[in-house]
């Protein structure tokens, strides 16, 4: 079934469980001058979305794991990284020394995202299949760098007062190498999976 001949139900369901988040962070968040640093780039992301849907359209696989690390990302907005209510669960269970909300999240930074920036590889800039197939993890392994960067520059250059809540650094000074760590173990994982699933799919 198709709305307005371009947008799917499925995909009208992603955007309102999406928003229905995205609210919900807002309403309870805890901080808001780092829930308005930390969805500055959730607002870019949307708008590259919306802009580009009718030239550019996802796979409703794609959108699944797109909608899911937004939903992730903005959710850690809430209470802020460092103190997210289900990254304390996650710490009592694992009986680890600090909230790990944060790893959980740049570790599928790299594993959902892996797919989507494929298909994007794939068949929007149409490179061949192999190439296709390995830049996504090039891409994901340096934005991640990148966004340490800027977070580094946010905290310490641009908004100095909210720069501790906004890192989530919880004192550990390996945090942005364990962040991208974490990222690149996703975007492995993920590459793994398609690469196996290609294989057992391929016509022999």
Known sequence: MIISNTITVRQVVFVFLF???WL???VGTTDMANWLIENTLTVIAMLFFILTYKRYQFSDFSYVLICLFLCLHVYGSKYT???NLFGYWLQDLFHTS???YDRLVHFCFGFLLYYPLQECCAKWLKFPKRIATFLPVLIIVSTSALYEITEWLVADVFFVEQG???LGTQGDVWDSQKDMAMAFIGVVLSFGLFRMIR???KPS
């Open 199 to 201: 294989r057992q799919t």
């Open 19 to 21: 928003v229905a988040v």
């Open 164 to 166: 501790i809540s906004y």
């Open 98 to 100: 600090r909230n790990q």
């Open 24 to 26: 919900n962070s807002l």
């Open 81 to 83: 990284y460092a103190n």
